[in-house]
């Protein structure tokens, strides 16, 4: 099948829709038009190259021109900007940034891959020659070259969502002074305050110093330089160094102008082949809209797992007519933060609140492998389901080890539709170093089931006037407790049960949620009424007390 597949734009969605228009249609021509220097790069190591963690340059770049010319016979223009599109003649203005001359282009099949842009608010010094935003490997090599000179300075970093946190991580890596301002009153808008809250810890553990629910006013300028940065409130911080990682907006000007169809959320309206409102142009990457798993809704992720799987089918469809319909999003995510790790799927509170969702959710911490073996480290899990069909809805992690696994293993179960019982019942693999006969997500979804059977009741905070009885040893108990709490260990609870009116409301307590667990079902079947548990136990607390304050604020 003869054909001319022009794509425009490389990197994730263009580079994986070229290779995949080759290889099911050898006699198209096919013609990829990047604006920039490189084609294919590794957009998520970049951070990590800045910081020194990724050593060599040229792992960074996936695919070169060469490459794609040699192994797959795809054309490859860099430095071509196209400025246009004709419909109605199927054809493209390409400018040459190089010989600054444009020519037009003819194409049968049309892929749109444009991305998105930095979004750079207007303000006055934002322009200056140390502030930087971070898209490509142009961007990377400035912020090298500059904080190579001098690894000692202050960094500001404006935006706590993945790309700022990890340059966060790198630019104290390298021994920056570091300051994070974000606008949101916590870090990683995608968690929940409460999860978040442990990210938040453990930056300020390693001495980065958080300004949350604080926006970007203005810069202090010397000249062309940056030399501090103003926050809503007119703290003043001193930078020799910014990165700007507000967000990104989608790059759709060109769509527009050629008056394809918009979706609501700004993104390139597409179907389930990626094909636009005009059937032989497709668009795929951060630019476009994708159905959501959970809600069924279309919205923006730019991702790069999306990316490559719309460029796959794009280029399919676009080289023989036909190809598997593009799945729904979930939006997972994964962020290193220096010792720990924060993962999400699916729906979160704001989803859920936006939704109207019905919905419960368990938290619990459990180790990344058997707890005997050595090495073993705690994750906290946090469950959302619907208690109508026990459906699950989302998840977030936080911990370290085996956080990947774990969110891959609740995802999957999301997406085939998967339920509290499904994920209670899988058969994964165990053994001492890799995991638990009771797997940290058959911990979760059995806390779920007991939740949703009314086995267990858990509850974020103790209400007002119920007793609060505590299980934790005695060592526990005297490092800390809560004012208005009985000490009742687990292994005294039925010698001690007389001492406890039974009609009372009460909540137990103790360090993650088991051992409350074990005395609320003793308690229930001593004719205790109203037994409640605390969600993640006493080591959730701090980060409860977060969400709480972050509700409080929002009145």
């Not at 006699?27 to 920039?36: S, V, Y």
């Not at 394809?260 to 059937?279: C, F, H, R, V």
């Not at 919205?299 to 089918?313: D, H, K, S, T």
Request: proline share 5%.
């Amino acid at each position: 099948m003869a054909r001319k597949i022009v794509i425009v734009g490389g990197v994730a969605g263009g580079a994986s829709a070229a290779a995949r228009a080759r290889r099911c249609n050898e006699n198209a021509q096919i013609l990829m038009i990047e604006k920039d220097e490189h084609v294919s790069f590794a957009n998520c190591g970049l951070p990590y190259y800045i910081g020194g963690e990724i050593t060599d340059r040229k792992k960074l770049l996936v695919a070169t021109p060469q490459k794609f010319e040699t192994w797959f016979n795809v054309r490859v223009w860099t430095k071509h900007l196209v400025t246009a599109i004709d419909r109605q003649n199927k054809t493209l203005t390409v400018l040459d940034r190089k010989a600054d001359e444009s020519k037009v282009v003819a194409y049968d099949k049309l892929i749109l891959a444009p991305g998105a842009s930095p979004i750079v608010p207007p303000i006055d010094g934002i322009r200056s020659s140390n502030v930087f935003t971070l898209r490509n490997v142009d961007d990377t090599d400035r912020i090298k070259s500059y904080v190579d000179q001098d690894r000692r300075a202050k960094a500001v970093v404006i935006g706590a969502g993945f790309i700022g946190l990890e340059m966060v991580e790198m630019l104290h890596h390298i021994g920056m002074d570091v300051s994070l301002v974000e606008l949101a009153p916590q870090v990683l808008p995608p968690l929940d305050p409460e999860m978040a809250h442990m990210i938040e810890e453990e930056l300020e553990k390693k001495q980065v110093k958080l300004h949350l629910g604080n926006g970007l006013k203005g810069f202090i300028t010397d000249g062309d330089l940056a030399t501090g940065v103003v926050l809503n409130d007119d703290t003043k911080l001193a930078a020799d160094l910014v990165i700007l990682a507000i967000g990104v907006r989608p790059s759709t000007d060109l769509a527009q102008a050629a008056d394809l169809e918009m979706g609501k959320t700004g993104g390139i309206a597409i179907n389930e082949y990626t094909q636009t409102s005009d059937p032989d142009i497709y668009a795929v990457g951060d630019a476009v809209e994708y159905t959501n798993g959970v809600t069924d809704l279309l919205q923006r992720i730019p991702l790069a797992g999306p990316a490559n799987r719309a460029g796959r089918v794009a280029g399919e469809h676009a080289a023989t007519d036909q190809s598997p319909a593009l799945p729904s999003v979930l939006g997972t995510a994964i962020v290193r933060v220096f010792d720990k790790v924060a993962a999400v799927t699916g729906c979160n509170q704001r989803c859920i609140d936006a939704m109207g969702y019905q919905t419960r959710h368990v938290i619990i911490p459990a180790n990344s492998h058997a707890s005997y073996y050595p090495g073993a480290q705690e994750m906290v899990i946090k469950l959302v389901y619907q208690p109508s069909d026990g459906k699950v809805l989302g998840a977030q992690i936080v911990g370290g080890e085996g956080v990947d696994k774990r969110i891959d293993v609740i995802a999957t179960a999301i997406a085939f539709g998967g339920s509290i019982d499904d994920l209670a019942g899988l058969d994964l693999a165990y053994a001492p170093p890799f995991g638990s006969a009771k797997d940290p997500v058959h911990l979760a979804a059995l806390a779920a089931q007991n939740d949703l059977r009314e086995m267990e009741s858990f509850i974020a905070d103790p209400p007002a006037g119920d007793r609060v009885v505590d299980v934790r040893s005695d060592s526990e108990w005297q490092a800390g407790h809560l004012s208005n709490a009985t000490h009742m260990p687990l292994h005294e609870i039925r010698e001690r049960i007389k001492e406890l009116d039974p009609t009372l409301p009460t909540t137990v307590v103790c360090r993650g949620g088991q051992r409350a667990y074990y005395a609320s079902r003793i308690l229930r079947q001593h004719g205790f009424k109203q037994i409640k548990t605390l969600a993640g136990g006493m080591m959730m607390r701090p980060h409860q007390e977060k969400k709480i304050q972050i509700k409080e604020s929002a009145k």
